[in-house]
């Protein structure tokens, strides 16, 4: 079945740090990839997807590209800030209309200042 | 600009009693879902419904039902609260028309059972 291995956390960066979580999938078919965040005390907002190979999505600064070679869609970023301290959620839906995502277990994000 | 609502926020039950989480969306989705949050498991899929009437399992059915009698609700009810339910529940919703499976999730409710 589909799966999602997420870059274990916490991690912890210094403000203006470059980030990378990484992300791997298992899937059939062609999944579309998802990034999740989850603030403290709030619900999960999508951060960025792709829904094809090579395709990248961005939003906040942040990117990941679609590696179907590698199965990968790694989220990075070039300077964090204290604000982007959150769980960050790698997903997939693994056909169009599907309802279910398949998520990752979580990643942990602490910026210090 | 209510997108989509959970309630209760916050919730402490006995086991063996049942509470329903309510969820509304306002924005005409088809699809509903509930989800679990669990500390190192991710977000795992309860029950799901593709429009009103119509309901299905997810991968962690045991214990909840649910019922789509509306387009805009879809409560998940417990039936018989247990320690195994302490939780984060999550309501999302989407379009069938959305572009790559756009989801969209409630604020969370936080469910203790002692």
């Known amino acids: 079945g589909d799966s999602v291995t997420q870059m274990e956390g916490p991690v912890t960066l210094s403000e203006e740090a470059f980030l990378t979580i990484n992300c791997t999938y298992t899937?059939?078919?062609?999944?579309?990839l998802f990034w999740y965040v989850q603030y403290p005390g709030e619900g999960l907002q999508l951060l960025l997807k792709a829904t094809k190979a090579d395709d990248k999505g961005s939003n906040k600064g942040f990117e990941a590209t679609y590696r179907k070679e590698t199965t990968s869609f790694h989220l990075e970023k070039g300077s964090v800030q204290v604000s982007d301290s959150a769980v960050y959620f790698c997903a997939l839906s693994s056909n169009f209309g599907n309802e279910k995502l398949t998520f990752g277990t979580g990643t942990r994000l602490t910026i210090i200042p | 600009n209510a997108g989509v609502t959970q309630t209760p926020k916050f919730q402490v039950l006995k086991t063996g009693q049942s509470m329903t989480l309510q969820c509304a969306q306002d924005m005409n989705h088809e699809y509903m879902s509930w989800y679990r949050q669990d500390p190192g498991m991710g977000l795992r899929l309860i029950h799901y419904s593709v429009g009103a009437g119509i309901t299905d399992q997810g991968e962690v059915p045991n214990g909840y039902n649910v019922s789509r009698s509306t387009t805009e609700d879809f409560p998940l009810r417990l039936l018989s609260a247990a320690p195994s339910q302490t939780s984060v529940y999550f309501c999302?919703?989407?379009?069938?028309?959305?572009?790559?499976?756009?989801?969209?999730f409630g604020e969370g409710s936080w469910l203790t059972v002692v």
């Open positions: 899937a059939t078919g062609y999944p579309s």
């Open positions: 999302a919703s989407r379009t069938r028309q959305t572009s790559g499976n756009t989801i969209y």
